[in-house]
Structure formats: C-alpha cells, structure tokens
C-alpha cells in the first residue's frame, strides 16, 4: 500500500507541476520591429535637361546594408506641366525583371526586382529613371513618392524603405529644390 501511495503522490506532483507550467507567463520571441529593419531610403536626383528640352530624373537607392530585392515605387507628378512622361530601370540590379509599370494621370506605378535566381543587392545606385519633357515654362512642379512605396530586402517580410525624398524644380529658371526627408509607410 505504500508503493501505490507513492504513485500518487509523484502522479499529483507531476500533474501539478505540469499545469504550473502551462498557466505560467510565456516570454514570446520579440520580433523585429520596422526601425530596426528599414535602413533603405529612396530620393529623386536633380533633373538633367538637355538642349531639346527633353529630361530625365534618376531615382537613387541607398540600401544602408539591407540585401534588397524588389522595389516599387509609387510616384506623382502634375500631368499639366510635365508630359511623355517614362520610367526604365536604371544600373542598380543586374538584368532587373519589371514587374509593374503603369503612368496614368500624373501618377507612376513602377515595380522591379532582380531576376529569377539572383541574390539581393545592397549599396548605393540608380534603381530607375524617369524620362519627361516640360509642357509650361513657368512655375514649380514636384516629383513626389507617395505612401504605398515599399523596398524589399531578403530574409525580411515587411518593407526595408525608412524614407523618401521627392524633389521641386523652378521651369523657369531649371533651380531644383529637394524635399524634406519623409517616412515611409509601415
């Protein structure tokens, strides 16, 4: 009879110690917040205007160490003052696939990535270029990132992209102003 009281007793301190357990806070991994991973900004260069008149705009990466693979670049401008407007990929990745390219009505919707089996590429360069030509002579215009743009970097789910940095041009005098820093949207 001792035997069998002694199994119950290891029976009830086992199961006791088991549901302790199982009720007891639980320290969850903490997850890596967007600060902590989003180092890549985006910024729109100065315009180069050649004597035609015809224009182009490099669009600059700094990556700040994250292994990006994709970019998609939301963008607006004013359909009034700028026109045949265009956009390609410029240097920064190696034989890049274009997976979205839509210009409509003062807005440029632009994805690339690298291609089919290639690592991410970190470091400074130019992602693309936006081609356009002036339709007013006069005033300001701006070339601006809107929220939805997103940078994509290996082994990180949400978006890399810290900032953005449009840019303001004088049509007049070709004086070009950029825009303050902005976060991007998580």
Known sequence: MSRTVLLIILLIAGVA????????????????TQASVAQTSLAVAAPKIDSLGNSSADIIINTQGNKVTAVQMEMTYDPQVLGNVDIKPGPFFTNPTELLKKIDGGKISYALGVGLGQKGVSGNGVVATISFIKLANTGKTSINFAPKSLVS?????????????????DLSTLIFETQPSTPSAK
């Open 17 to 32: 110690g088991l549901l302790a357990l199982s009720i007891s806070p639980k320290q969850a991994p903490q997850p890596e």
């Open 153 to 169: 970097a290996e082994g990180i789910i949400q978006s890399v992209l810290r900032n953005t940095r449009g840019i303001t041009f």
